[in-house]
């Protein structure tokens, strides 16, 4: 998987499913889940036996059926992900997908194929590379003929619409994934993925955030952000909501201008990176919201928290002005 990508379809960064052909055995929520499919055995419904995802009746009729994703962010696909996990006498036999880019509702002309039918396998993650470049708002899956799919996992970067962003009275947080901000690599994420640190609204828990193993030899844990958009940065709001024995004693965050630079050059700091928050004390679940604390500097394209010397973090969110 490429560096940064984030699931456009999921129901935690906003993504929600607005038609569906049928949903008689599985409802088509399911699909959008951000949690894993699980098996339940012996587990029945008054329609049959219970499945972890969207699955259809059999179809007696000509055709097939059809799943409309609304993505969360608008963006541009790479990879799909056409999840058949637990369904393996029940799944399609094929596949395909329509995108749209729409403000509205998609009516039947404004779909363009973006994956051809394609064979499916059950019980397995089903991978395919998008064969359309361009900006999406919506997904369609095409089911042949019938069936039941787990999950849809639409991979891409997230395409955010700059002058509306640009023209907000409020400062932007341009870390988050829904303004195109991309978690971009960490020095561990043993028991919280990097990518939750930009998602938007409050976790659930303490799985939904970052959080690094205990560290036992020198050194400090770090995670890079790229920040959706280049920006002067004039708040920055630290978060450690559900971490209460587990979270930071201090942070800092450094910054840097480098809109063009690899990611390994980023870790490697072959860029100007400089500090921007010295490193400041942090609270059990709490936010520590720093803005007279910040150094000024220019424009900035990524940002890198520091927190010593290991532990949790919910959220990190960057409030800048936008740079033309």
């Not at 973006?114 to 997904?139: C, M, P, W, Y």
């Not at 609270?283 to 532990?311: Q, W």
Request: glycine letters at 10%.
């Amino acid at each position: 998987m490429l560096p940064g990508l984030i699931d456009l379809a999921s129901e935690l960064v906003g993504g929600s499913v607005i038609a569906v052909s049928d949903e008689f055995f599985a409802p088509k929520e399911n699909l959008i889940k951000a949690t894993a499919p699980v098996l339940i055995p012996d587990k029945y419904t008054d329609r049959g036996k219970w499945m972890d995802g969207w699955e259809t009746r059999r179809k007696r009729t000509p055709g097939h059926d059809w799943c409309i994703i609304k993505l969360g962010p608008a963006g541009i696909a790479r990879i799909f992900n056409v999840d058949t996990t637990h369904f393996v006498g029940n799944f399609p036999a094929h596949c395909s997908l329509d995108g749209a880019n729409v403000e509205r509702d998609p009516i039947e002309s404004d779909w363009i194929p973006v994956l051809r039918k394609s064979r499916l396998e059950g019980g397995r993650q089903n991978i395919f590379d998008s064969e359309h470049a361009g900006r999406l708002t919506h997904v369609r899956l095409n089911i042949f003929p019938d069936g039941g799919v787990a999950r849809l996992r639409v991979f891409g970067d997230v395409v955010p619409d700059l002058e509306k962003l640009k023209s907000s009275p409020e400062l932007v947080d341009v870390a988050s994934v829904i303004n195109g901000g991309r978690a971009l690599a960490a020095s561990d994420e043993f028991f919280g993925s990097l990518q939750n640190l930009i998602l938007p609204g409050r976790p659930a828990n303490m799985g939904g955030g970052w959080e690094t193993r205990r560290r036992r030899g020198p050194g400090y844990d770090w995670i890079i952000i790229h920040l959706g958009v280049a920006s002067l940065i004039q708040k920055i709001s630290v978060e450690t909501e559900h971490y209460k024995g587990n979270y930071p004693d201090r942070c800092s965050i450094d910054a840097c201008f480098a809109p063009d630079a690899l990611v390994q050059s980023l870790i490697a700091g072959k860029v100007a990176w400089r500090e921007i928050l010295p490193a400041s004390k942090l609270e059990a679940d709490s936010a520590r919201v720093f803005e007279n604390e910040l150094k000024p500097g220019g424009a900035a394209t990524h940002v890198r928290l520091n927190i010593y010397p290991d532990g949790g973090i919910s959220r990190l969110r960057v409030f800048g002005k936008i740079v033309e």
